[in-house]
Structures are given as structure tokens and as C-alpha cells.
Nanobody, 120 residues
């Protein structure tokens, strides 16, 4: 019905950059807030950045000034530009979105995750 597919993860050296993308597809009527979460081994999943449908953003303190979240509402896309990456940013990054479809009200959807590994 609705799919979120992430791309752009990989292996990068400390100080490098990556850009994650998330494509939302399916019977989408409306995209509400979208977000990036991450989960490192042995740790809980945490909110990295969130963006509302109107473009308001908020960030995890440890990524402020380094990461930028953005979205393209016309294309149903979500992005995360990650600069000055640190080894502690290593995690699986998940796309999250609140979506209403033509047959249901708003529900919470997750992508399958993309691995980001930052080497020191």
C-alpha cells in the first residue's frame, strides 16, 4: 500500500559526507511529518531529525550544525545531508513518515533502513 525506501548509506571516513534519500510511494493522499531515526548496535532507536509538512525542523543535539533534513513534497521525497560525520554516527538509519492514504487515515510508516558506517 505504502512503501518507504531509503538509499544513500555506505562507508565513509570521519569528516566525510553522505546524503540519504527516502522515497515514499503507493496510494498516498497526504504526507504529514517525516523524520530520520537511527539505531546503533546495542542501543535504542533515536530520533535524528524531523521535518513537518510546513518545513519546520528539529534535530538531535549531537547532529545540530552537521546534518540537514529536507523534503520535496511534490516528489514525496525526504533527504538527510550529513556532513562532518563522526564514528559515533555509525548506525542503521530509518526513514519515518506519517501518511494518510486514499483508504485510511494517518498511520506511521517505516523504511527498511540503510547502513551508515563512519570509520575513524
Amino acid at each position: 500500500q505504502v512503501q518507504l525506501v531509503e538509499s544513500g548509506g555506505g562507508l565513509v571516513q570521519a569528516g566525510g559526507s553522505l546524503r540519504l534519500s527516502c522515497a515514499a510511494s503507493g496510494s498516498i493522499f497526504s504526507l504529514n511529518a517525516m523524520a530520520w531515526y537511527r539505531q546503533a548496535p546495542g542501543k535504542h532507536r533515536e530520533l535524528v531529525a524531523r521535518i513537518t509538512s510546513g518545513g519546520s525542523t528539529n534535530y538531535l543535539d549531537s547532529v545540530k550544525g552537521r546534518f540537514t533534513i529536507s523534503r520535496d513534497n511534490a516528489k514525496n521525497m525526504l533527504y538527510l545531508q550529513m556532513n562532518s560525520l563522526k564514528p559515533e554516527d555509525t548506525a542503521v538509519y530509518y526513514c519515518n513518515a506519517i501518511i494518510s492514504t486514499y483508504s485510511s487515515s494517518y498511520s506511521n510508516y517505516w523504511g527498511q533502513g540503510t547502513q551508515v558506517t563512519v570509520s575513524s
